[in-house]
């Protein structure tokens, strides 16, 4: 008798083993991984002095210049263009930290060029400026300082892919094209374990790459660690819901 209760005990337990599903180990992606139920978002902000729209005409219009531009973004309308911090995008869709900051200025990512109309400067909306996000507040010179190098983001849903396209330098007129960079990589944190650090010191400034993470079983936040000395210039933040992975 006890030798079979051993036996059901160990059997049950193996079941167990082996029907449970593991916690996966996230890895990095890049842009060719992402899946096609992705939505990425990119950050406007419009000064209402300018601007004379109520904000749904404005998110409205945008969209439609955006597209027409040919590009695969949502606007996502934050309320300042510098050092604004727990930006939100898409009712919640994503929520970064208060590590997180608005930054109108000069970086190697390349700005917009939407197609606004007559009717676009009348009503100010071609005044609509495209700013970026990074995790440090202006200094004196006008670029990003060096501390700190963590940001936390979460999300309304679960979600099986996250990334953003990041500048690993800072603008300058050196002709060195190794001079200026302000991370040396990209580590993601997601349910608790980390992947490993996303080398951006082969990068060229002005190469801008796309960097991710990706979990099967869904993460609800990710926190990003950049290494070396500087801070995290990012755009185009993309998600792929759980859901739709």
């Given at each position: 008798?006890?030798?079979?209760?051993?036996?059901?005990?160990?059997?049950?337990?193996?079941?167990?083993?082996?029907?449970?599903?593991?916690?996966?180990?996230?890895?990095?992606?890049?842009?060719?991984?992402?899946?096609?139920?992705?939505?990425?978002?990119?950050?406007?902000?419009?000064?209402?002095?300018?601007?004379?729209?109520?904000?749904?005409?404005?998110?409205?219009?945008?969209?439609?210049?955006?597209?027409?531009?040919?590009?695969?973004?949502?606007?996502?309308?934050?309320?300042?263009?510098?050092?604004?911090?727990?930006l939100v995008c898409d009712g919640g869709a994503i929520r970064f930290g208060a590590d997180f900051f608005a930054f109108n200025s000069t970086t190697n990512i390349p700005k917009a060029n939407l197609p606004f109309t007559v009717a676009d400067e009348d009503s100010g909306l071609d005044k609509v400026s495209m700013e970026f996000g990074v995790n440090g507040r202006t200094p004196v010179l006008n670029q990003p300082n060096e501390a700190p190098r963590v940001i936390q983001i979460r999300?309304?849903?679960?979600?099986?892919?996250?990334?953003?396209?990041?500048?690993?330098?800072?603008?300058?007129?050196?002709?060195?094209?190794?001079?200026?960079?302000?991370?040396?990589?990209?580590?993601?944190?997601?349910?608790?374990?980390?992947?490993?650090?996303?080398?951006?010191?082969?990068?060229?400034?002005?190469?801008?790459?796309?960097?991710?993470?990706?979990?099967?079983?869904?993460?609800?936040?990710?926190?990003?660690?950049?290494?070396?000395?500087?801070?995290?210039?990012?755009?185009?933040?993309?998600?792929?819901?759980?859901?739709?992975?």
């Amino acid at each position: 008798m006890k030798l079979n209760f051993l036996y059901k005990s160990m059997m049950l337990t193996l079941g167990i083993a082996l029907t449970a599903p593991s916690l996966a180990a996230p890895r990095l992606i890049g842009d060719t991984d992402l899946k096609a139920a992705k939505t990425s978002y990119s950050f406007f902000y419009a000064d209402p002095s300018k601007v004379l729209l109520t904000t749904a005409t404005i998110q409205t219009q945008l969209q439609q210049r955006i597209l027409a531009a040919g590009l695969s973004v949502k606007p996502c309308l934050i309320p300042g263009d510098l050092n604004v911090s727990n930006l939100v995008c898409d009712g919640g869709a994503i929520r970064f930290g208060a590590d997180f900051f608005a930054f109108n200025s000069t970086t190697n990512i390349p700005k917009a060029n939407l197609p606004f109309t007559v009717a676009d400067e009348d009503s100010g909306l071609d005044k609509v400026s495209m700013e970026f996000g990074v995790n440090g507040r202006t200094p004196v010179l006008n670029q990003p300082n060096e501390a700190p190098r963590v940001i936390q983001i979460r999300f309304n849903n679960r979600i099986a892919q996250f990334g953003m396209v990041f500048d690993p330098y800072i603008v300058t007129d050196t002709p060195d094209l190794f001079e200026g960079r302000v991370t040396d990589g990209i580590q993601f944190i997601v349910n608790g374990q980390s992947t490993p650090f996303r080398d951006l010191t082969q990068e060229t400034r002005g190469n801008v790459p796309f960097v991710g993470v990706e979990d099967p079983n869904g993460f609800t936040e990710v926190t990003i660690i950049s290494s070396g000395g500087g801070s995290i210039i990012g755009d185009q933040f993309t998600i792929v819901p759980l859901a739709n992975f």
